[in-house]
């Protein structure tokens, strides 16, 4: 039996804080030892094509390309309700000025770029890793920058205009939070060993969450220059009762935006998506 669960997540303050009670000893594994990966999360998703982890982090548009080999485990989701990746440029434009334009984007598999195709599916992507959208679009190398991370919060001190937020566009064609990112389990490891590393890691976020001070201050150390408010007032976006079970409404969201890929012709065919009990 596997005893040794390698688990991969992005060097973010709210992956940090989710998974801090797991990376600190403070709930009981049960004989599990679990080694933490920290990349960014189109690595991720592209490790995970190659089924190279038990457990990890992924875009929800990515499962559309796992969901032969991982299921999506009920906890550890990032949901935007009401709020999501955003586009920001240098000056103000209009939705009609993006149609073919230069965005920078953090990955093809990513959920933002699959949220940007459904709000306006004509435009240049230029993947840009996350950390340095920002710098793109005040260069001046690109038209417009897509968000995700911290970003969210910091555009407008660097003098950068919002033009949409995808997560508040999504929640009024649909009423649903915006699904962007979530942990899978792959399919292989049984379901009572995937039973017992579902239950530790809805473990890990209840510990954060009732240990929110201790939990901060760990994610602190991967906030990317964020204040500890600005960095609370992120990881209260992204860990939250969405993070602790998808419910009802989160699985809604995640099959129609995944169905919804499909119908655009972003994703080539429809997904079986698979949660675990």
């Known amino acids: 039996m596997t005893t040794t669960i390698h688990v991969a997540h992005s060097p973010d303050s709210d992956d940090a804080f989710m998974f801090y009670a797991l990376a600190s000893g403070k709930i009981d594994t049960e004989g599990l030892t679990y080694v933490h990966q920290l990349q960014d999360i189109e690595t991720l998703n592209q490790r995970a094509l190659r089924r190279e982890l038990e457990v990890t982090a992924v875009s929800i548009h990515a499962y559309a390309y796992l969901a032969d080999s991982y299921a999506l485990l009920p906890h550890g989701a990032s949901m935007g309700d009401r709020y999501g990746p955003r586009l920001v440029s240098r000056t103000r434009f209009s939705k009609a000025d993006i149609r073919g334009k230069r965005i920078a984007v953090p990955g093809l598999m990513t959920s933002a770029y699959l949220a940007l195709r459904l709000f306006e599916p004509e435009f240049e992507p230029v993947v840009t890793p996350f950390d340095r959208i920002e710098d793109a679009v005040v260069a001046g190398d690109v038209d417009f920058g897509l968000l995700i991370h911290e970003g969210q919060l910091t555009y407008g001190d660097r003098g950068l205009h919002l033009i ?23 399919k292989d490891l049984g379901d009572d060993l995937t039973r017992k590393i579902s239950k530790h890691l809805r473990d890990s976020i209840a510990y954060g969450l009732e240990h929110r001070s201790a939990a901060l201050d760990h ?35 995640v099959r129609q935006f995944l169905q919804r890929g499909f119908e655009a012709g972003v994703i080539a065919k429809p997904v079986a998506i698979e949660f675990v009990d």
């Open 219 to 253: 994610s602190m150390q991967y906030a990317r220059g964020l204040d500890r408010s600005k960095a609370d007032a992120f990881v209260g976006m992204y860990v939250n009762d969405w993070t602790l079970d998808y419910g009802d409404a989160g699985r809604r969201a």
């Open 164 to 186: 949409q937020d995808l997560g508040e566009w999504w929640f009024g064609e649909t009423g649903l939070p915006l699904p962007l990112g979530g942990n899978v389990v792959r």
